[in-house]
């Protein structure tokens, strides 16, 4: 199995960046297809990023894509999400999530595929 746990959220104003970050435990982590999602009160868990175990299959959600990056360094254990342009919607609660898969090229972009989440971090964009 393998630990997540997520750094780098804050408050940032309209139009600013932040990279958060996910570290994980264990000898395993290229087989894990790997997922950020994020969560704002009274609403769905809903996906945001989704990469492959090389990191050479990616997929965004229409909301995010061409403001954020997701990235991996498989001999780190780190997955990371660059965010920029960013704007009060994207203010929640950012998770990371993993899952072993089988396909080298395989994204997952629901909630429900994946087993393992880290704790969250709090992103908060202001005006």
């Known amino acids: 199995q393998v630990q997540l746990v997520e750094s780098g959220g804050g408050l940032v104003q309209s139009g600013g960046s932040l990279r958060l970050s996910c570290a994980a435990s264990?000898?395993?982590?290229?087989?894990?297809?790997m997922g950020w999602f994020r969560q704002a009160p009274g609403k769905e868990r809903e996906f945001v990023a989704g990469?492959?175990?090389?990191?050479?299959?990616?997929y965004y959600a229409d909301s995010v894509k061409g403001r954020f990056t997701i990235s991996r360094d498989n001999a780190k254990n780190t997955v990371h999400l660059q965010m920029t342009s960013l704007k009060s919607e994207d203010t929640a609660v950012y998770y990371c999530?993993?899952?072993?898969?089988?396909?080298?090229?395989?994204?997952?972009?629901?909630?429900?595929?994946?087993?393992?989440w880290g704790q969250g971090t709090q992103v908060t964009v202001s005006s």
């Open positions: 999530a993993a899952e072993i898969v089988s396909g080298y090229y395989t994204v997952l972009k629901g909630s429900g595929e994946y087993d393992y």
């Open positions: 264990g000898r395993t982590f290229s087989m894990y297809a």
């Open positions: 990469t492959s175990r090389s990191g050479g299959s990616i």
